[in-house]
């Protein structure tokens, strides 16, 4: 009546009266079972063919706990359709189905509810609250942290803000070098060919150097380093995190925001205005080499503009963000990766959201400085 | 009886520090086997080549049938069909929870229907002692013992013929341990198992294992029954089974 022959498994079902012989040979197992399951929901489709099945099972070679599943769950099927099931086997199959029957536990799979429209809403505003409170209790250990380098000067950990240093910045120096050179070059090139069509060549000098100083060396340094050493910041704390270290410096009396995150943030704050001067001299670099080629404008007399046309104001403006950004960054990368919980995946998130946040809080505080140096009319 | 694991004049270096030399080894079909010796011998080690994680630099290894120094990567994943293993510290997968992970291999490989599934996950987790309310927690949700055990569960779900079990009873509480002891000869009773472990807990080597080998000085110095691995003259074996 039912049949399925495969490569590894088949299944012959023959109706005799009020029974149905059911004969399965070949390999019974997790691997192939799936090719005769959809069968054994005929067989028990209505109207039901007979009350008994008998399963004859000698020639199923292989027989593991899935195919005994697979039995026990037809079975019970069967019983609540008022049929009952017999099972002809050898002593290792009756044993690994005496043992799937055996049971006192209630099986069932899991049930995934998706959150309704309010309930998710909810669930993330109350996550944000929760992320902003927790930043704001880490603000309050930072300052009171602070507070303790500032009386206790001796406290200060001038090993980790040089190890730090070297870390977070001058290793990122080679990154910086090529980028903002990199947007030196694209952004002379871009205009060099504006400025060619009404001979305003010179002027290159005057709109790269401002823009340059003011803005752009400033937010492209501000974005490698929060994706460069900001991460790494989150990363190497959710590390230490998982692992338990912080714990343990906790509990032999080294407060970690003395010994990692106050000397990560000083160091960072540092830093970033000489990080800003160092991509303020690339990305120049890259403009006076595309003037020179582009617009024949010589390196000698490109200096010389320079010194005329750009003011000195601009060059600190640009350097005064450096320690806003560095606090931003540092700080971000390390309240996420204080935020890490003990599981990897969290790793990965917090790592992530250090870097997203970073860069997003700098170009708000940037929008913040064009806003305010505006307003006093610099 | 043939062998599962055959190891043949393995060679193991990293860099210039030999791990093995000349290491022979077989574990018979239905066996217990133990990985036994002092700490940094290369117990762990040798389980990963053994598993194909990591690659000796000589002799030659055969598990299940296939030899792993030819093996192609359609008989590799074939392979890895057949065992199960047990990582020290479960290895759950942390991003599913508990069900996920032990169903995860079903779903991967078979067409099953979710209600079969439901039922063989079920199965497994009620062998393993694991109670069935854990099922939509996720790994960091839980204990130590209980990821073992679900990291357990998950080796079992494909039905393996072979079982690796990295320290099972490390971090577990004596009670624990000797349920996992019982519960290790119970799988083999019900799953014709062969099991091979490294372990350093005397009371799971007595209970549990029918052979052993163990790892000293780069090569394996005893192999066979306790009784035989006991009477061999070893300053290792002699401190590790003194008053035993």
């Known amino acids: 009546m039912i049949s399925f022959s495969g490569r590894t498994l ?20 997790v691997k192939n079972i799936a ?38 769950s037809f079975d019970e099927k069967a019983r609540l359709l008022g ?21 006192d536990y209630q099986s069932g799979g899991v049930t995934y509810r998706p959150l309704g429209l309010v309930a998710s809403v909810g669930t993330i505003a109350i996550k944000k609250y929760q992320s902003v ?54 952004l002379a090139y871009q205009s060099a060919v504006q400025l060619k069509m009404y001979g305003a060549n010179i002027f290159i000098v005057d709109m790269l150097g401002i823009s340059v100083l003011r803005e752009l060396a400033p937010l492209i340094a501000a974005i490698v380093i929060a994706g460069r050493s900001g991460s790494a910041f989150a990363a190497q704390i959710g590390v230490m995190k998982i692992t338990e270290e912080l714990d343990a410096m906790k509990t032999m009396g080294f407060d970690p925001y003395l010994f990692l995150v106050l000397p990560r943030i000083i160091a960072l704050m540092l830093m970033m205005p000489l990080i800003i001067f160092f991509a303020d001299v690339m990305a120049m670099l890259g403009g006076m080499v595309v003037a020179s080629v582009e617009l024949g404008i010589s390196a000698q007399l490109f200096l010389d503009r320079f010194n005329e046309a750009v003011a000195m104001k601009h060059f600190w403006i640009g350097v005064s963000k450096g320690p806003f950004f560095g606090f931003i960054i540092a700080s971000i990368g390390i309240f996420r990766g204080l935020m890490v919980k003990n599981d990897t995946r969290s790793i990965g998130v917090n790592t992530t959201k250090s870097v997203v946040e970073a860069i997003f809080m700098v170009i708000i505080c940037d929008a913040v400085f064009s806003i305010i140096y505006t307003n006093i009319g610099i | ?80 069909q057949k065992w199960g293993v047990l990582f020290q510290f479960g290895a759950l997968y942390s991003s599913l929870n508990i069900y996920d992970n032990i169903a995860l291999s079903l779903r991967e490989y078979t067409t099953i229907s979710e209600a079969l599934i439901a039922e063989i996950v079920s199965y497994k987790m ?35 013929e072979l079982l690796f079990l990295d ?33 350093h807990d005397l009371d799971s080597i007595e209970a549990t294992l029918d052979r052993a080998a163990i790892l000293d000085n780069k090569r394996v110095v005893a192999e066979g029954s306790l009784d035989a691995i006991k009477a061999t003259d070893n300053l290792f074996i002699t401190t590790f089974f003194k008053g035993r």
């Open chain 2, 1 to 80: 009886m043939y062998p599962v694991i055959e190891a043949k004049n393995i060679l193991t270096r990293f860099g210039d520090t030999v791990v093995h030399r000349h290491l022979n080894l077989h574990v018979n079909r239905g066996e217990i086997y133990g990985l036994l010796g002092p700490s940094g011998c290369g117990k762990t080690t040798l389980m990963k080549e053994m598993v194909l994680l990591q690659r000796y630099q000589g002799g030659s290894m055969n598990v299940l049938g296939y030899d792993l120094n030819k093996i192609t990567h359609k008989k590799a994943q074939e392979l890895r």
């Open chain 1, 133 to 186: 409170k927790d930043f704001v209790a880490f603000v309050g250990e930072l300052f009171s942290a602070l507070m303790i380098y500032l009386l206790h000067p001796k406290q200060i950990r001038f090993k980790e803000i040089y190890y730090a240093i070297e870390e977070s910045s001058v290793n990122a120096l080679g990154i910086i070098a090529i980028t903002t050179f990199l947007i030196g070059v694209v």
């Open chain 1, 35 to 72: 090719l005769i399951e959809p069968l054994l929901h005929q067989l028990l489709e209505h109207p039901l063919p007979s009350k008994i099945f008998e399963w004859h099972l000698h020639e199923a070679n292989r027989f593991d706990s899935a195919a005994a599943l697979l039995l026990y």
């Open chain 2, 167 to 199: 320290e099972p009873t490390s971090g577990l509480d004596p009670i624990s341990a000797r349920e996992f002891d019982a519960l290790i000869l119970r799988l083999r009773e019900h799953f014709d198992l062969s099991i091979v472990m490294v372990t």
């Open chain 1, 10 to 29: 088949s299944l012959h079902a023959r109706v005799q009266g009020d029974t149905v012989a059911i004969v399965v040979s070949g390999e019974m197992s």
């Open chain 2, 126 to 160: 009620d062998i393993v002692g694991l109670e069935q309310c854990v099922k939509e927690q996720y790994p960091s949700q839980i204990s130590g013992g209980m990821k073992k055990k679900a990291g357990l569960a998950r080796a079992l779900v494909m039905d393996p």
């Open chain 1, 83 to 103: 049929a009952t099931c017999r099972f002809y086997t050898n002593d290792n199959q009756q044993k690994i189905i005496d043992a799937v029957y055996r049971r």
